[in-house]
């Protein structure tokens, strides 16, 4: 199986940043697409950007487009989430998932696309 652990949550003030990091193990990535989601107290889980590992395409939510970027760090097999301009809509759980995709090159949107995932990391943003 694929594990895959976020960390770099926290407290952060608004206007701030914070580089969420979601490491995984099990196997290579290279036919994969890891994605970030986030969850907020009543609301539904949330794409927030995604990223194919082989070639480094990525993808975003609108909202979050140009104040997040994701990476990868391959030899590290982590992908990085850095998020800058922090608001209070930014709160949330966060959690990091990976999907196999052998035949299609493009994104996945839907966490139910997503067989694997993390616990988890919780970003409080402070006004």
């Known amino acids: 199986q694929v594990q895959l652990v976020e960390s770099g949550g926290g407290l952060v003030q608004a206007g701030g940043s914070l580089r969420l990091s979601c490491a995984a193990s099990?196997?290579?990535?290279?036919?994969?697409?890891i994605g970030w989601f986030r969850q907020a107290p009543g609301k539904e889980r949330e794409f927030v950007a995604a990223?194919?590992?082989?070639?480094?395409?990525?993808a975003y939510t609108d909202s979050v487009k140009g104040r997040f970027t994701i990476s990868r760090e391959s030899a590290k097999n982590t992908v990085v989430l850095q998020m800058n301009s922090l608001t209070v809509e930014d709160m949330a759980v966060y959690y990091c998932a990976a999907a196999q995709s052998l035949y299609y090159s493009g994104f996945y949107y839907q966490s139910r696309e997503y067989p694997y995932w993390g616990q988890g990391t919780q970003v409080t943003v402070s006004s």
């Open positions: 990223i194919r590992w082989s070639g480094g395409r990525t």
């Open positions: 099990g196997r290579a990535f290279s036919t994969y697409c």
